[in-house]
Nanobody, 124 residues
Framework: QVQLVESGGGLVQAGGSLRLTCTASERTFRWYGMGWFRQSPGKEREFVAAINWSGRSTYYADSVLGRFTISRDNAKNTVYLQMNSLKPEDTANYYC?????????????????WGQGTQVTVSS
């Protein structure tokens, strides 16, 4: 079983940046597609960004395209989410997820493992 641990969340002013990190417990991490999802109070969890096992393919929600960048380092069992030009509407709990099948990396339901989440708060 793959355990995922997120870090890097916090409080930042609008326009600022944060980098989220998700570290996996297993070396098999390198064969999983990885995604970031987020959930705000009263809202459903939504897709943010995803990357395939090799790192050659990335996917983004329209709302973060051009501001967020997902990347991975398979040697460190780690995936990153660099978030720039943050907006108050980016405030949410951000979750890392691992997807073995990789048919649709934007699909929340397809993920096999989830982290506990890290809170990002953007003040205006």
């Amino acid at each position: 079983q793959v355990q995922l641990v997120e870090s890097g969340g916090g409080l930042v002013q609008a326009g600022g940046s944060l980098r989220l990190t998700c570290t996996a417990s297993e070396r098999t991490f390198r064969w999983y597609g990885m995604g970031w999802f987020r959930q705000s109070p009263g809202k459903e969890r939504e897709f943010v960004a995803a990357i395939n096992w090799s790192g050659r393919s990335t996917y983004y929600a329209d709302s973060v395209l051009g501001r967020f960048t997902i990347s991975r380092d398979n040697a460190k069992n780690t995936v990153y989410l660099q978030m720039n030009s943050l907006k108050p509407e980016d405030t949410a709990n951000y979750y890392c997820a691992a997807n073995r099948q990789q048919f649709d990396l934007t699909s929340e339901a397809e993920n096999d493992y989830w982290g506990q989440g890290t809170q990002v708060t953007v003040s205006s």
